[in-house]
């Protein structure tokens, strides 16, 4: 006759409270991202930024590259470059980036 195995019903328990466990804290890694996400779509400069057009967009994002680049390459150079310059990469960035003429 075989023998029966006898069981704690204590060590039967620590799977199912990992396992509870892991539900809870995918619980609350659902919440955290949902409530960052409501955060981030109520932000003034996202709802801003959906609102503009496409042109917009760039001529922002050129302006922004345009001193980025002048004071990397003041730095790099060591000496000032004109802005007109500067204007001009960020702009063929942008063309490269967009793959039309900005």
């Keep these: 006759m075989p023998r029966t195995k006898i069981v704690n019903p204590e060590s039967m328990r620590a799977p199912l409270d990992a396992q509870i466990a892991g539900i809870e804290y995918n619980r609350q890694a659902i919440q955290t991202r949902l409530r960052m ?22 001529r922002n ?17 060591g000496r000032d470059t004109t802005m007109a310059a500067a204007e001009k990469k960020a702009r063929e960035i942008a063309s490269r980036a967009l793959g039309e003429k900005v």
């Excluded at 981030?40 to 760039?58: A, F, I, L």
Aim: charged share 45%; glycine share 2%; aromatic share 8%.
């Design 37 to 58: 996400r409501e955060k981030y779509e109520s932000n003034g400069e996202v709802q801003r930024n959906r609102m503009m057009t496409k042109e917009e967009r760039v």
């Design 61 to 77: 994002a050129i302006e922004l590259q345009t001193k980025n680049i002048k004071e990397f390459n003041d730095f790099k150079a």
